[in-house]
């Protein structure tokens, strides 16, 4: 490394050493935003190691992919703040929205002004390389990937664009187990052997569109000089199987943003490209990390609780931007969907006649159900409103099917109460007694943040998995992983 590099490599250290508002006195600050698929808890390796890796890419905002119930014990380890619904963690306090339903949350960066970050892992299979590996046509791969992938990430894409709108910066994380457009092409199809054909791949181009930008790529315009693979080189490097195929599936996406400063790949000093060295490395995927300048916006008024679900017992936190003026503002904590003026159960103002900040009240002589906590201004107007479900202590998660016999081809409808209430908690349909947890399911849906609800398995959702006749569990399993929270058997019989 020449001297005028280091001198900039130190520079840059201290820099992003520092807090935000000591970078920058101006409107603007520099963040360093992370992706960090940490692969199944990111217990395979050492979870020491992955503590490491967040801490040593000196990363503000880092979303995680396949944490497991993880997230907040990261982030306790970090000292820093945690959504384990999104499964984002900060060096900021974090607030989810009630208008985001899970899809993103605000990162605090200065009192009262904000960015979002929203954070996605996409379906893993059928994966589309492995299906060019195989011999899949380029009409094949993208039939599949607008068929699966594009599906998810449209959900993602809906929730934000209004944010998009309304030029708040937007940072968008994940292992979106796709490659870009911007890979796969002619000039990379002459050196890379598992670029078979350039591809136009769904996902990447849907993201673009919408007006996120490929930091990455916007630091490392030339797939040849830099490929920037992200997976994989190992599982752990350096072992691999012989027909593997590698490809840069982990994005950091920004949008609204002023500008990207630098962007950097995180894994074993052993491996092509690696920027920020830690060995023996802990996951399967390498770390992006992608330092940005942005100018974090006022919201708009909302309040919004730390948690959806507690015991009875625990504090509940609500954040709240309030609307700004000469108003009487209210947090009422009412049972869910009732009015505030006629069954308000406890009220706080805004602490020391803030616009911005939290208040925090008490459950323990609330009895178990959904409650709202909601901000209301002069006159009782509602201003926004957010829900919670609270729990008896030795409450467990519990699952069932609403029919425990069903005729082949009919929805088959589930209903769950107690989960966690991460985002990424699903239901999974498996054979009775089937001990293959990670393969073994027919059809699986994810319950979206909802500590309680219902979903249904119809044709759309179990596709060309339609159950013949024979004996079934329906499981509930935890965050993106494969722990089983609740099981419930029903009977498909023959018609």
């Known amino acids: 490394m020449t001297l005028a590099r280091c001198i900039v490599s130190f520079i ?131 039939a599949l990937e607008e068929g699966l992938r594009l599906v998810e990430i449209q959900t993602t894409l809906d929730a934000v664009a209004p944010l998009l709108a309304d030029d708040v910066p937007v940072f968008l994380t994940g292992d979106f187990n796709a490659p870009s457009h911007r890979d796969w092409t002619p000039a990379a199809q002459e050196i890379r052997t598992d670029v078979a054909f350039p591809l136009e791949w769904p996902v990447s181009l849907a993201v673009e569109a919408v007006g996120f930008v490929d930091t990455f790529r916007a630091v490392h315009p030339d797939p040849v000089e830099n490929p920037g693979i992200t997976w994989t080189y190992g599982y752990p490097f350096p072992r691999l199987n012989a027909d593997e195929v590698i490809d840069r599936i982990d994005f950091v996406y920004a949008a609204n943003a002023d500008a990207v400063i630098l962007s950097e790949i995180v894994g074993d000093p052993a491996m092509p490209n690696t920027d920020i060295a830690v060995s023996p490395y802990p996951s399967d995927h390498r770390a992006v990390v992608s330092a940005i300048r942005v100018t974090p916006v006022e919201p708009p008024p909302f309040v919004a609780v730390d948690s959806p679900a507690l015991t009875i017992g625990q504090q509940v936190i609500a954040r709240y931007h309030a609307p700004a003026g000469e108003t009487v503002d ?43 906590i909601v901000l209301v201004t002069e006159g009782d107007q509602e201003v926004s ?111």
């Open 12 to 142: 840059l250290l201290v820099m992003f050493a520092l807090p935000v508002s000591a970078q920058n006195s101006s409107a603007t600050a520099d963040v360093r935003v992370m992706t960090f698929n940490i692969w199944l808890g990111g217990e395979l390796v050492d979870f020491g190691r992955v503590v490491e890796v967040i801490r040593i890419s000196n990363a503000d905002i880092a979303g995680l992919q396949e944490p497991t119930g993880n997230t907040q014990r990261i982030a306790d380890a970090l000292g820093w703040h945690a959504n384990p619904q999104t499964h984002i963690i900060s060096r900021f306090p974090l607030i989810a929205p009630p208008d985001a339903n899970g899809q993103y949350v605000y990162a605090q960066l200065a009192p009262g002004r904000v960015v979002a970050v929203a954070n996605v892992h996409l379906t893993s299979n059928p994966y589309g390389p492995y299906e060019v590996r195989d011999g899949a046509s380029s009409d094949d791969v993208l």
């Open 330 to 372: 209210r947090l009422v904590l009412v049972p869910a969907e009732r009015n505030v003026s006629e069954d308000a159960l406890a009220w706080l103002p805004p602490y020391e006649a803030s616009f911005f900040g939290s208040v925090t009240f008490g459950t323990s002589t609330l009895t178990a159900g959904d409650y709202d």
């Open 385 to 495: 409103r957010s829900r919670f479900n609270l729990r008896e202590p030795d409450a467990v998660p519990e699952i069932a099917v609403t029919e425990s016999t069903v005729l082949e081809g009919q929805p088959i409808t589930v209903t769950w109460r107690h989960a966690p209430a991460n985002r990424l908690d699903w239901i999974g349909i498996y054979a009775a007694g089937e001990p293959d947890l990670y393969n073994g399911y027919y059809a699986y849906q994810y319950v979206n943040a909802q500590p309680h609800g219902d979903i249904t398995f119809d044709a759309d959702a179990l596709g060309e998995a339609m159950l013949p006749p024979g004996d079934y569990e329906v499981r509930l399993m935890l965050d993106d992983g494969y722990e089983v929270l609740a099981a419930a058997p029903f009977t498909v019989a023959g018609n």
